[in-house]
């Protein structure tokens, strides 16, 4: 069965350093892999996707992820990081290749100080 | 302009008092889902509708049930909550073809004394 783990609850950093919020998946299938932010009193919105293709993908905001396939690994990134990234961040694994159920992780709330 | 809109945004009940909540989109997508958050914890699927085609996860409790009775309104109809159902919870719709991109409504916080 799919599974998603987010290691690490709360990561804080500083406006300006590096942004790194780590997911780790298992799934019996090729992977469908997602990030979803969700900022305070909104509902959660797609972030950035990987279904095939290049293992590098970038999203909105600036945030990018790499599959690693070796490491069953989906971490998100972001070189600089700013006070409006503020917000939980949840990983999410497709159930099956038709994507119509999303297993997510517990997620990582992100603070951002100045 | 919200694109999926849920109501009441928040809903305080008594223990065995049945709850409805509601969910409308403008995206005219033919998926449908509604997730359970709880606190601290992953939001968990409930359901989902594929247009009219119900298909319930094997663990949602009997106590949850839905209606989707056009394409643009889903509800979510607990029938007797428990303290265990306070929760946060998210509908979402996609459409097909659109692998995993959901799009979600900002949540009916549900509190059960």
């Known amino acids: 069965a799919q599974s998603v783990t987010q290691l690490g609850s709360h990561v804080s950093v500083s406006e300006g350093a590096l942004v790194l919020l780590r997911c780790n998946y298992s799934?019996?299938?090729?992977?469908?892999l997602f990030w979803y932010v969700q900022y305070p009193n909104q509902g959660l919105q797609l972030l950035l996707k990987?279904?095939?293709?290049?293992?590098l993908v970038k999203g909105i905001n600036g945030f990018e992820a790499e599959f690693k396939k070796s490491e069953t690994s989906f971490h998100l990134t972001k070189p600089s990081a700013h006070m409006s990234d503020a917000a939980e961040y949840f990983c999410a694994v497709s159930r099956d290749q038709a994507g119509t159920a999303l297993i997510f992780g517990k997620g990582t709330t992100l603070s951002v100080s100045s | 302009d919200a694109m999926v809109i849920q109501n009441p945004r928040y809903q305080v009940t008594q223990f065995g008092k049945p709850v409805t909540l509601s969910c409308s989109q403008t995206l005219n997508h033919n998926v449908m889902y509604w997730y359970q958050q709880k606190s601290s914890q992953a939001p968990k699927l409930l359901f989902h509708y594929y247009d009219k085609d119900f298909n319930n996860e094997a663990d949602t409790p009997d106590n949850f049930q839905s209606r989707r009775p056009n394409t643009s309104f889903c509800f979510l109809d607990i029938r007797s909550p428990g303290l265990g159902d306070t929760a946060m919870y998210l509908c979402?719709?996609?459409?097909?073809?659109?692998?995993?991109?959901?799009?979600f409504g900002e949540g009916s916080r549900l509190t059960v004394l």
């Open positions: 990987y279904t095939t293709g290049a293992t």
């Open positions: 979402a719709t996609s459409r097909v073809g659109y692998t995993g991109e959901l799009f």
């Open positions: 799934s019996s299938v090729p992977p469908y």
